[in-house]
């Protein structure tokens, strides 16, 4: 009977230890929503995501009535809510407040790459007051948990590797129509700062304290956002290049090690980067190493029409197919992730759901 009831025991402590470990790696969902979304729609999906093990849905909307609807429908669910926000991207705002390149166009007149390039200038005082109050109104609506910062950065000085053929481009040095930003504040703070006349140097992307000026003006508005939202009881995570120092810093001026966040979500997406599923694995590591003590949550990019991989040349279209999910899972973990994101739900079909079971198994 003692020796029964020692083997009873036994199952139930690995029962116990089985189930901990597949709750102790999360995954979490990015999508796109709107004012035309079906909330009720939208909830079976939440329902659907949690049966696969989705413990948290990061939502695309700045209007707070929509952000509302969606996150009472995700706590009805269980899922905890990153309300997903666009930060340096707009469209609509006064000139005065977009970023200047190095050839002296405004953003929102020759916006980089594409018509919706059109960034802010993460030094204007009106830009941080737009951004703060914003970000302060979406963390008081009760059911979100996070205030999700995207796009919080400079355009892509130069693109990843994968996108270079897209757009014709070959970029080797950093590339003048997306570096910013040489307005006449930037340029005369960081004069004052530094004694050099950046407008003046022949090559600005060799003086690296340049680099270190612009990185530091993006902390330090990630930093009153997370002040201000952690003032109402809320919680910021942000979406970054991944990195930080071997991506985002010099592609996108992102130093997100010294933000104040509290999760991060790298956008660990390899095919951008001509790397196979084995990369994320190296790139999570020094993501966790550079953030101790923070979450890490491995961004991964779906490929929807997999079978056909081999015929799609944009990396957009491109991502992770069913094989290749247990490589960028285990990578992940092994390497110290909180968890992992998937862009998006959308693009996974069957096969990848199934993939994704078998590798938290």
Not at 122 to 140: F, S, Y
Request: proline share 6%; with cysteine; glycine share 4%.
């Amino acid at each position: 009977m003692k020796k029964l009831t020692l083997i009873l025991l036994a199952a139930a402590a690995l029962l116990v230890s089985c189930t901990q470990q597949k709750e102790a790696f999360p995954i979490y969902v990015w999508q796109g929503i709107n004012e035309k979304t079906d909330m009720d729609q939208l909830q079976e999906q939440m329902r659907f995501w949690k049966s696969q093990g989705v413990v948290g849905v990061c939502l695309e909307n700045s209007n707070p009535e929509v952000v509302a609807q969606a996150a009472a429908r995700a706590h009805a669910e269980g899922l905890e809510y990153h309300a997903w926000i666009p930060c340096m991207l707009r469209g609509d705002k006064p000139h005065s407040w977009y970023a200047v390149n190095r050839l002296g166009q405004s953003a929102d007149e020759y916006p980089a790459y594409v018509p919706y390039y059109k960034a802010l200038d993460p030094r204007n005082p009106e830009v941080h007051k737009h951004l703060v109050d914003q970000m302060t109104a979406i963390a008081q609506i009760p059911e979100v948990d996070y205030v999700q910062l995207d796009y919080i950065r400079y355009p892509d000085v130069i693109l990843s590797r994968g996108l270079w053929d897209k757009y014709g481009l070959v970029m080797d040095e950093e590339y003048a129509p997306a570096d910013y930003c040489y307005c006449d504040d930037c340029t005369s703070a960081f004069k004052e700062l530094s004694g050099i006349d950046i407008k003046a140097v022949e090559d600005p992307s060799k003086v690296k304290e340049w680099a270190q000026f612009r990185a530091d003006q993006v902390t330090a508005l990630v930093n009153e956002i997370c002040a201000a939202v952690h003032a109402q009881g809320k919680k910021v995570s942000a979406d970054v290049f991944p990195g930080p120092m071997s991506h985002a810093y010099w592609m996108v001026r992102q130093e997100w090690n010294k933000w104040d966040i509290d999760m991060v979500f790298p956008m660990n997406y390899n095919d951008f980067y001509l790397q196979p599923a084995e990369w994320i694995k190296e790139i999570t590591a020094e993501e966790v190493q550079s953030v101790p003590g923070k979450p890490v949550i491995s961004g991964l990019f779906i490929c929807r029409e997999w079978k056909r991989k081999v015929e799609l040349e944009d990396p957009e279209e491109s991502g992770l197919i069913p094989a290749e999910i247990a490589v960028a899972v285990q990578g992940a973990r092994e390497a110290g992730a909180a968890g992992i994101c998937l862009f998006t739900p959308g693009s996974m079909t069957e096969e990848h759901w199934e993939a994704l079971r078998e590798a938290l198994k």
